[in-house]
């Protein structure tokens, strides 16, 4: 089967560092999404990352590991407004979209 | 970028009632897609909508029990048909700008259906 795993939750304190870890079994590997989705709102994109290494915008930076089926999301100085679930997705060798059931991220003061 | 509309935002309906969501883009679009998300899950494809021609239903999808329309390259409706409570969801339109999947997907604001 294919299966994406990303822990349920995590809680972080207001400015400081979170990252979010994502391992992905699949059949084949074309490319790798992050998605931020606030409470009753949308998916909004974050990243896209196809080679292994270091993505970096802004506050948010991408990680991927082909060989080690991975990747993580690394969020910076954290603001309460990045209370959200954020998604992993991961594109298959039949250019599929797999999605993860994302990690709700909760900031606190 | 591109902007995205559905109607109704949210719905209740009776069991073996029939209802139809509207999916319309400021743009013209390549492909677009619907989704199906229950609370605390993953986003569930449910089909491609192909412009003048039958949508792409993924495995444990039927045309039957979800038609799609896409008449043009800025609509789409999705009918879920025969509703159960089971059917009771979020259900996402998103669409691509460019042909291929691995460009950003952007999302409609969803319908809540909740099914009695």
């Known amino acids: 089967g294919q299966n994406i795993d990303q822990p349920t939750e995590m809680t972080a304190t207001e400015g400081a560092i979170v990252q979010i870890n994502c391992t992905y079994q699949?059949?084949?590997?074309?490319?790798l999404f992050w998605y931020q989705q606030h409470a009753g709102e949308a998916p909004t994109f974050l990243s896209y990352n196809v080679l292994d290494g270091l993505e970096e915008k802004g506050r948010f930076s991408s990680f991927l590991s082909r060989s080690k089926g991975y990747s993580y999301l690394l969020l910076k100085e954290l603001q309460m407004k990045d209370s959200a679930s954020y998604l992993c997705?991961?594109?298959?060798?039949?250019?599929?979209?797999?999605w993860g059931a994302g990690t709700k991220l909760i900031i606190k003061p | 970028s591109a902007v995205i509309s559905q109607k109704p935002s949210r719905d209740i309906c009776q069991r073996g009632t029939s209802l139809t969501i509207q999916c319309q883009v400021d743009s013209q679009v390549t492909m677009m897609f619907w989704y199906r998300q229950q609370p605390g899950q993953s986003l569930t494809l449910i089909a491609t909508?192909?412009?003048?021609?039958?949508?792409?239903?993924e495995s444990g999808f039927v045309i039957d029990k979800f038609p799609i329309s896409r008449p043009n390259l800025t609509f789409s409706t999705l009918t879920v048909s025969n509703m159960s409570p089971e059917d009771s969801s979020i259900y996402l339109c998103?669409?691509?700008?460019?042909?291929?999947?691995?460009?950003?997907?952007?999302f409609g604001p969803g319908t809540r259906l909740t099914v009695l």
């Open positions: 997705a991961v594109i298959n060798s039949n250019y599929q979209l797999i």
């Open positions: 699949t059949s084949g590997f074309n490319g």
């Open positions: 909508a192909n412009q003048g021609s039958e949508a792409t239903y």
């Open positions: 998103s669409v691509t700008q460019l042909a291929e999947i691995y460009n950003e997907q952007f």
